[in-house]
């Protein structure tokens, strides 16, 4: 396990899993896409995973529990604004001054403002537009409004898992030749419409509705889009932000005018921390890192099951690792996936029986992998705890992962009575039921479910979510990627491992 080993350090409640003896920060639930195999760390997401927050449906979302990197940035900030007009003459947008730097970015706030934040952002990331309708607007009244902030937008798009955004970046870049008020219209109401559009084939469709109806020349804008010409301006956006070492989306850098220094801010941030971190710049001084405050602290560590202590196998119980979770595949294998699921979600299920197999092949039956179960039934599912007590049951009798299978492939027999349901599966299995009965009703198998939820909570908001591990390095896959897409991750992760 020594090449896995991970560096006892500090765990905050924005989510940083571990860091490496040369301080390699890994970031927990940002949106992200898959890099060069030579670029900096990256998390991979994707769009498909269900959350405890839509009580109503079972309703396909991505979750944020994003971590800081605050750091002074060891890389100038990307240009500075040409001279600008005098602030009277300066266009609006819903009465706050906007305009175009000297290299094209749109910007809004005062030309002169304190501190400058380049926003790297991507249309299609659920992460951006969380932060789009929860915290930005309180950004803009307590900061950008009153001139201390200017905001900075720089194209990001995620292409890999967010096939749709490049065009999306590319219709607002085409407003912008009307005007930065016309940026700033189609900006937000493409990032309103996001679901609309996010999973449709021609994208483009929508985005010239919303272009009519925030009226721009749309002969102008046609002419614009057909021609592909703002490609290049994306595609600029993206290296300058692998440039900086950002990899995930929303990521921010914020400047000093006074000093020139910056600071690098990682994912949907809550407001507070943002307002932590600007009013700190203003005053001149760095802003405290996350990791800093836990460090000064001294009373946040890594969680147990994702230590090289916790991922080594129990030696009394087979299939077991010493945190208590069940895995399959080679426990010295260079990566480790540990895998939050709920029996009941149907993402997790489409996981595990279309892309699961794929992967078992691939990376687990080839000793590349070590993949481990924890449960993370959500409150949606109300009898998803029992069946993951059922499968805990039927783990005491060395049948875990052969129960997990049985679960997700006959959903329909016990979600309407699970516990009649799951007795006949276990029957179906030849377990031992007078055991596994006594089991079921018993509080001890509850208790290793909870316990899972309960680990979970600092990282999962929905599932299925896949916490990678590696190098020291923690990253996180929140949602049922494609077969395809997850190996492409997988084997990144690999090649930066070896």
């Not at 990307?78 to 005098?86: F, R, S, V, Y």
């Not at 890594?302 to 119980?317: F, K, Q, V």
């Amino acid at each position: 396990m020594s090449n896995r080993m991970i560096e006892s350090n500090k765990l905050n409640r924005f989510g940083i899993v571990a860091i490496t003896a040369i301080m390699i920060v890994a970031v927990l639930g940002a949106c992200a896409g898959i890099a060069p195999v030579d670029q900096a760390a990256e998390i991979a997401t994707e769009t498909t995973t269900e959350t405890t927050s839509e009580a109503a449906a079972e309703t396909a979302t991505e979750t944020a529990t994003e971590t800081t990197e605050g750091e002074a940035a060891a890389v100038e900030a990307p240009g500075e604004a040409k001279p600008l007009p005098a602030i009277e003459d300066m266009e609006t947008f819903r009465g706050v001054p906007v305009g175009f730097t000297d290299e094209g970015f749109p910007f809004r706030g005062h030309p002169d403002a304190p501190v400058t934040m380049y926003e790297y952002s991507d249309f299609q990331c659920p992460f951006c537009n969380r932060y789009f309708v929860q915290t930005e607007p309180a950004i803009n009244e307590a900061y950008v409004r009153d001139g201390t902030l200017k905001v900075i937008f720089r194209d990001f798009p995620l292409v890999q898992l967010h096939p749709n955004a490049p065009a999306a970046h590319m219709a607002t870049l085409c407003a912008a030749d009307q005007g930065a008020p016309a940026y700033w219209a189609l900006h937000d109401e493409i990032f309103r419409s996001q679901d609309e559009w996010s999973s449709i084939l021609d994208p483009d469709v929508i985005f010239a509705r919303l272009a009519e109806e925030v009226e721009l020349d749309m002969d102008q804008y046609s002419l614009c889009v057909e021609s592909g010409e703002k490609s290049l301006l994306v595609e600029e956006g993206v290296a300058e932000a692998r440039a900086i070492g950002f990899s995930g989306t929303p990521s921010f850098l914020f400047v000093s005018e006074e000093t020139g220094d910056s600071f690098q801010l990682v994912g949907a941030q809550p407001f507070d921390q943002f307002a932590t971190w600007i009013d700190s710049i203003v005053a001149g001084e760095a802003p405290a890192t996350a990791q800093a405050e836990e460090e000064d602290s001294g009373d946040g560590q890594i969680p147990y099951w994702a230590t090289a202590e916790g991922l080594m196998p129990d030696p009394d119980r087979p299939g077991f690792n010493m945190a208590g979770d069940e895995y399959r595949g080679n426990p010295d294998a260079p990566v480790t996936v540990v895998e939050f699921s709920d029996f009941q979600c149907p993402f997790c299920k489409r996981h595990t029986e279309q892309t699961q197999p794929a992967l078992d092949s691939a990376f687990v039956d080839t000793d590349k992998v070590m993949w481990v179960f924890k449960h993370f039934p959500l409150n949606i599912h109300p009898e998803a705890p029992m069946a993951g007590a059922a499968s805990e049951c039927a783990a005491d009798q060395g049948m875990f992962w052969e129960m997990h299978h049985l679960i997700f492939a006959n959903t329909d027999r016990w979600a309407s009575d699970p516990e009649a349901g799951l007795t006949e599966l276990a029957d179906e299995l030849g377990l031992d039921m007078d055991a596994f009965s006594a089991c079921l009703v018993s509080e001890e198998a509850m208790a290793r479910v909870n316990s899972d939820l309960n680990d979970g909570a600092a990282f999962v908001q929905g599932t299925p979510t896949f916490i990678v591990l590696y190098n020291g390095e923690g990253r996180i896959i929140p949602g049922a990627l494609p077969e395809e897409r997850f190996a492409q991750v997988i084997q990144q992760i690999l090649d930066e491992a070896q």
